[in-house]
């Protein structure tokens, strides 16, 4: 049986940047009709210039797909009205890190005193721009996320006709505050519908499954499938594809971060076809977001996949992919 997805977008893509930009941006823009792309280079992205900068770099890198790389800002307190006027154009979501709690985020937001932010976030309301958030404190490893739930509120009430977007949540507290805002909405990855804690550490230790934040409990997994699979309409699909190469995830040190680009359509299709419908396969994958965000044009793209086996490679370049080696039941037989 075959399944068309009109415009996939992934709203939570890192693209990174030269050669690893080289690589793996083509694997998104041949079969997404476009991407929510990540601040966080070294340095993060802050500036007007650095911003049309890496559009333009994503561009080249992307050659001749019909793929729009939606950009954004990496969040700092200190940003005005006037800039965010002069920038708006360009920029469609800012991103926001607490500091230090994940991959290049060092120069992030930390106290959450809520007037240090106003002034930015009240000028990002005025301008309808969307905030989106890596929901995590620096408490243990588990809890980051529940315990965030608390600042989600806080920026909720303080800030209700700002879009506020939970960043790849994998909670079941999470999932319950999406209901109690109306101004609070969600992204959820395709790995952490599809894992557990103990799949990255139950038994030998999967690098290319450890990313931030990390995978949690069996019943934070059935709440994150339970609001994706009936196509509730604030949850949209926002793979973290967050490529680093091989040898920095099979270190002692091992970078955060699951490499799933490539192979996200398929795995999300035969999730859907065991567990849902195609309908909201596509309400998740495409238009929730569209109606999320309401200042996206998305360049019109369909995908169709087909009950045929795929196996995944081994590696795209120097990047080892989730399911890396293994056979998918669904592969994309057309993108038109
Ligand atoms: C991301 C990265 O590598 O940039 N890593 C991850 O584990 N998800 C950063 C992020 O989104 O937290
Ligand atoms: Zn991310």
């Given at each position: ?38 601040p966080?280079l ?31 800002l ?71 996320e ?6 989600y ?24 505050a ?119 044009t ?14 995944v ?24």
């Amino acid at each position: 049986m075959a399944i068309t997805i009109d415009a996939p977008l992934d709203m939570h893509l890192h693209l990174r940047d030269k050669e690893m930009l080289k690589r793996v941006a083509p694997l998104s823009s041949d079969s997404f009709s476009g991407a929510i792309i990540m601040p966080n280079l070294v340095p993060p992205i802050t500036t007007k210039e650095e911003l049309i900068s890496y559009k333009n770099r994503i561009k080249e890198a992307i050659g001749e797909d019909n793929f729009t790389p939606y950009m954004t800002l990496f969040f700092k307190p200190t940003y005005t009205k006037e800039f965010l006027e002069s920038i708006k154009d360009e920029l469609t979501a800012i991103k926001l890190y607490p500091a230090g709690i994940t991959t290049n985020s060092e120069g992030g937001v930390s106290g959450f005193n809520v007037e240090e932010l106003r002034p930015t976030l009240e000028a990002m309301s005025e301008l309808e721009i969307p905030l989106c958030i890596h929901g995590e404190t620096n408490g243990f490893v588990m809890d980051r996320e529940a315990q965030f739930v608390s600042i989600y509120e806080m920026l909720a009430t303080n800030f209700p006709k700002l879009t506020i977007i939970m960043e790849h949540i994998t909670t079941k507290e999470s999932v319950e505050a999406l209901d109690r805002f109306e101004n609070l909405y969600a992204t959820i990855t395709l790995h952490h519908l599809m894992i557990t804690l103990d799949d990255v550490a139950g038994g030998m230790l999967q690098p290319h499954l450890f990313c931030k934040p990390i995978a949690k409990r069996p019943e934070d997994r059935d709440a994150l499938r339970r609001v994706a699979l009936s196509g509730h309409p604030k949850v949209m699909f926002g793979s973290d594809s967050a490529p680093h190469p091989q040898d920095a995830k099979e270190s002692c040190g091992c970078a955060a971060g699951v490499f799933t680009a490539p192979i996200a359509l398929q795995v999300l299709t035969q999730l859907f076809m065991e567990h849902s419908t195609p309908e909201n396969l596509q309400a998740f994958i495409s238009d929730n977001a569209q109606k999320i965000y309401k200042n996206i044009t998305v360049p019109r793209k369909s995908v169709v996949l087909e009950e045929k086996p795929f196996t995944v490679p081994d590696k795209y370049g120097t990047v080892v992919p989730m399911y890396a080696g293994e056979k998918l039941k669904y592969s994309i037989r057309e993108i038109k």
